[in-house]
């Protein structure tokens, strides 16, 4: 079954400790993307990467990190977590970076920093 | 600046009548492209239907239709014959600089009632 998976799908945290989201398609796409979801505000786009090794910022890159070393995979990093990160989190993928491209979301990670 | 709006919060529509939800953009790209995607309860997001900024027609999929209007810079989701399962939040989202980066709307919650 084509998908993109999230895990964990749930996580609560403390301030300061480290932590990885790990988001991974397989359908071959090229084109993933990072998103942050809060009430009000839609969606707010994190970092995205047009293939292997090429990535770049969002709207709201800032407090994150992300790598792209595969093709299926696209790993969100908060090296020291805040509260105001505490957010509804999804990944999302499509084909490519053409106009056009619907994009294909993960079932979201809802994070809680205390 | 880019920037999607869509100033809904919430709308009511009777079960087998027509909605509109509203979505307004501001972009000096020549070329970009619109989606609506659909988020139930359950939260996951789903991809309803795209429209580009030279396609000539509007958008449809099923019973939903896209009424773009590009003088107006205006992409308005309606749904026709409204089901219970269409209760969910709708997203507006543009694609923009060569379709790298999203931005997305605020959001419309939509409920059908019986």
């Known amino acids: 079954e084509a998908q993109v998976t999230q895990n964990p799908r749930y996580l609560i945290t403390v301030t300061g400790k480290k932590l990885t989201v790990t988001c991974s398609q397989n359908?071959?796409?090229?084109?993933m993307s990072w998103y942050r979801q809060d009430p009000g505000l839609g969606l707010r786009q994190i970092y995205y990467?047009?293939?292997?090794?090429?990535?770049d910022k969002g709207d709201v890159p800032e407090g994150y990190k992300v790598s792209r070393k595969e093709k299926r995979n696209f790993p969100l990093i908060l090296e020291s977590p805040s509260p105001n990160q505490t957010s509804l989190y999804f990944c999302?993928?499509?084909?490519?970076?053409?106009?056009?491209?619907?994009?294909?979301f993960g079932p979201g990670t809802r994070l809680t920093v205390l | 600046a880019q920037k999607i709006t869509q100033t809904q919060p919430g709308m009511f529509v009777q079960e087998k009548e027509a909605v509109t939800l509203d979505c307004t953009y501001d972009?000096?790209?020549?070329?970009?492209?619109l989606f609506w995607y659909k988020q139930p309860s359950s939260g996951e997001m789903i991809f309803l239907i795209y429209?580009?900024?030279?396609?000539?027609q509007n958008a449809t999929e099923g019973r939903y239709s896209l009424n773009f209007q590009k003088a107006r810079k205006s992409a308005n989701l309606v749904i026709s014959a409204s089901q219970l399962g269409d209760s969910a939040m709708y997203f507006c989202?543009?694609?923009?600089?060569?379709?790298?980066?999203?931005?997305f709307g605020a959001g419309t919650r939509l409920f059908v009632k019986a």
């Open positions: 972009t000096s790209d020549p070329s970009y492209g």
């Open positions: 999302a993928s499509s084909w490519g970076t053409s106009l056009g491209n619907e994009q294909f």
């Open positions: 989202a543009m694609d923009r600089g060569g379709g790298f980066k999203t931005i």
């Open positions: 429209q580009g900024s030279y396609d000539q």
């Open positions: 990467s047009m293939n292997v090794e090429v990535t």
């Open positions: 359908m071959n796409h090229e084109y």
